[in-house]
């Protein structure tokens, strides 16, 4: 099945620095999703995207439908230290979702 | 609102024994899903269902049944449980309309971490 290619697979920061990750595909999709799941958590839903250029905020969050449907970014700023864990994008095409393998993130204090 | 709930949280199987894992939500999503996560890798679609009465094979189907008699319900069963199948579990669901920008949002549950030994 396919799945989506992102990038970092890891990062370790200081606390208070930005964080900016992606999410590419061959393919076009009608739905970009960003997810962060902590550990011996299920995954929770933090941004959704609907619409080619769009971009849309959650606090410190922000994250953009690429222009060509084919990506997806997230950007976290002035990190703190709850932030720990793996944040991991999805795509809707047709019927199906598709996910990125995750990116994983430390926040050093 | 609970959301999707998935049971149990935690089960040590023996090969070749049998389970199901429950999952129910309460939105009134028409689209459920169960996906297993093992470590490094993406979430794998197992089964899917698009309405009561309706299920359809993932990508990863063998070993593993579904039924979805009705909108809130939709369990997991594994009929003869091999070390293959230890994995971390994932339900989920979502109200999937036609069109782009139409609000299509997947909602997980908590998981269930399966061990088979």
């Known amino acids: 099945g396919?799945?989506?290619?992102?990038?970092?697979?890891?990062?370790?920061?200081q606390e208070g620095e930005d964080v900016s990750m992606n999410c590419t595909s061959s393919s076009i999709f009608n739905t970009w999703l960003w997810y962060k799941q902590d550990p011996g958590e299920g995954p929770?839903?933090?941004?959704?995207?609907?619409?080619?250029?769009?971009?849309?905020?959650?606090?410190?969050?922000?994250?953009?439908?690429?222009?060509t449907r084919k990506d997806s970014f997230l950007n976290i700023s002035a990190?703190?230290?709850?932030?720990?864990?793996?944040?991991?994008?999805?795509?809707?095409?047709?019927?199906?979702?598709?996910?990125?393998?995750?990116?994983?993130l430390t926040v050093i204090p | 609102n609970a959301g999707v709930t998935q049971t149990p949280k935690f089960r040590i199987l023996k090969i070749?024994?049998?389970?199901?894992?429950?999952?129910?939500?309460?939105?009134?999503?028409?689209?459920?899903?169960?996906?297993?996560?093992?470590?490094?890798?993406?979430?794998?679609?197992?089964?899917?269902?698009?309405g009561a009465g309706i299920t359809d094979k993932g990508e990863v189907p063998n070993g593993y049944n579904v039924s979805r008699s009705t909108t809130e319900d939709f369990p997991l069963r594994l009929e003869l449980a091999a070390p293959s199948q230890t994995s971390v579990y994932f339900c989920a669901s979502s109200y999937r309309r036609t069109g782009l920008g139409s609000g299509n949002t997947i909602y997980f549950g908590e998981g269930s971490w399966l061990t088979v030994v």
């Open chain 1, 79 to 104: 990190s703190i230290p709850s932030d720990v864990g793996i944040y991991f994008c999805a795509g809707l095409s047709g019927n199906q979702f598709y996910f990125g393998t995750g990116t994983s």
């Open chain 1, 44 to 67: 929770v839903l933090l941004i959704a995207l609907y619409k080619a250029g769009e971009l849309t905020s959650n606090g410190r969050l922000t994250a953009q439908f690429g222009i």
């Open chain 1, 2 to 13: 396919q799945q989506l290619n992102q990038s970092p697979q890891s990062m370790f920061i």
């Open chain 2, 16 to 50: 070749g024994q049998s389970m199901t894992l429950q999952c129910t939500q309460d939105m009134n999503h028409n689209y459920m899903y169960w996906y297993r996560q093992d470590p490094g890798m993406g979430l794998k679609l197992i089964y899917y269902s698009v």
